[in-house]
Structure formats: C-alpha cells, structure tokens
C-alpha cells in the first residue's frame, strides 16, 4: 500500500530563514503523482504543486522550490526567506491510479 | 473559473442527531468529488468519492454516507451523529482523467467544522 511520511510534525523557524519541509512516499508503482498542499489557519487546502514520477526536474516558484529524488522517494519542499504568512500546515501527497494519501502534515509557524 | 462551496462553516450537533453537509461545485461539468475528514491536529482521510451522479465509493465504513443527485453536488450525511464523528471535513473536485480519479490535481473547499457534544 502507498503510504507518504512527513516526519517533522512542527518546524519554528524566524522570518527570513529558509526552511525545507520533508516528505518521503513508499509506492509499487512506477506511475504516480506527487503534490503539495498548504493549509492555513482558514482551514482550506490551497494546491501548491503536482508532480508526476517522470518528471525529476527540480522546480522553482518565486520563494518556493521543490526537489524530487525518485532514489530516495523523496519530494522536499523548501521555502526561502521565509514569512509569517507562510505560518500554515504543509501536507505532501501521493496518487496512484484510484487512490490519493496524504502526509499527516508539518506544521510550520514563522515568527517576525 | 471553478469555484467550490461547501456548507455550513461551523455546526454543532449533540450525540445521536443527523447530519446533512453540502458540497457544490460552480464552473466546470461532470467533475469527481470527494468528501475528507481531518480529525483535531491529524492528516486527510479520504471518506468517498463520485465520479458522476449517483456513483458512491465508500472508502472507509462508517456511520456516514454521501450521494451526489445532482452533477455538481455532493452530500455528507448521517441518521445519527457519533463523538468520534467530530472533526474538519473537506470537499473536493478534480477534472475526471481517463486514467482514473486519483491522478488528477484536487481542489478544496473552505471546510466545514464539525462539533459533536
């Protein structure tokens, strides 16, 4: 069964630092997506990136960037210079064919 | 653009009495739905979804059920609400894919808290 890991449950960091959010997934399959998702205090689930397993490039948005290691089964999330309104929870998660897992969320908080 | 509604924001039911959350989608024709449930502080659990009108799959057996009657809409219930029951449940629509529901990107909802006393 797929199953995706974040095993940092709460990251605190200070503004303008970075930080790089973990996710690692286990899968049988050889095609599968990867996504991330944030969650801020409003509760709603805001889609951040998706990413399908023959695709390893690196990619990068403004402050956000993300790397995928098919060796590892790893799909990082990093944020540079960070900012309060990053303070939210960050779930990874995987789909395969008719089902979709999420992470059980890290929870970032940025203080000024 | 698609929007996504879901209603009410908040509710608080006591032990034993019905539920009824609905989830509707604006913008887009013959979507999947999906109903989450986050429980106080834990991750997604996939409850159902719908590839089309009438079509239901349970993912985890429970004392709730959902049926979408209309294209765009789809129904969370329940005949009698549990304390476990209490928690965040999300709705959800993706464009439906040839190579299944999974696959493609899910769009949320605002939410609706759910207490249970």
């Known amino acids: 069964a797929q199953k995706v890991t974040q095993a940092q449950t709460e990251i605190s960091v200070v503004e303008k630092e970075d930080v790089t959010l973990d996710c690692v997934y286990e899968?049988?399959?050889?095609?599968?997506?990867l996504f991330w998702y944030k969650q801020p205090p409003s509760g709603e689930l805001v889609f951040l990136i998706r990413r399908n397993s023959f695709d390893e490039q690196n990619e990068i948005s403004g402050r956000y960037s993300w790397n995928f290691q098919k060796s590892t089964s790893s799909f990082n999330f990093t944020i540079t210079a960070s900012q309060v309104v990053d303070s939210a929870v960050y779930f990874c998660?995987?789909?395969?064919?008719?089902?979709?897992?999420f992470g059980a969320g890290t929870r970032l908080t940025v203080k000024p | 653009s698609q929007t996504i509604h879901q209603w009410p924001a908040t509710l608080v039911q006591p032990v034993g009495s019905p539920l009824s959350l609905e989830c509707t989608v604006e913008g887009t024709s013959n979507p999947n739905l999906y109903w989450y449930r986050q429980a106080a502080g834990r991750g997604l659990q996939l409850l159902f979804y719908s590839v089309g009108i009438g079509q239901i799959s349970s993912e985890v057996p429970q004392n709730l059920s959902a049926s979408r009657p209309q294209d765009r809409q789809f129904i969370l219930s329940s005949k009698k609400l549990l304390l476990s029951d209490s928690g965040f449940y999300l709705c959800a629509w993706s464009v439906i894919k040839a190579s299944g529901p999974g696959t493609d990107t899910q769009y949320f909802g605002p939410g609706t808290r759910l207490t249970v006393l």
């Open positions: 899968t049988r399959d050889t095609t599968y997506y």
């Open positions: 998660a995987l789909s395969e064919l008719n089902d979709m897992r």
